[in-house]
């Protein structure tokens, strides 16, 4: 599992929250499927998911298409 997948989620999600600090991404899979998952603090939840879900989305689609390159899945789960 290529290290730029976790690395990626974490700086996106830096970007789009108040406590850039307190962002973690913790991955798992193998070499064909890589599961994110996206731990933010409280209060930032609403900027991650975003309206509808579109900041959610829009991420989801941006880590699958870089997974994509490296012939990988990827899911990206958000935890509260």
């Known amino acids: 599992m290529p290290a730029n997948l976790p690395e990626l989620a974490k700086e996106l999600a830096k970007v789009l929250v108040e406590s850039p600090d307190e962002v973690f991404v913790e ?9 994110l998952e996206l731990e933010v603090a409280e209060d930032d939840l609403g900027s991650v998911i975003g309206r509808s879900g579109r900041t959610a989305r829009a991420l989801r689609t941006i880590l699958s298409a870089a997974a994509e390159k490296n012939g990988q899945r990827c899911a990206l789960d958000i935890v509260e």
């Open 27 to 35: 991955a798992s899979g193998d070499s064909e499927y890589v599961k």
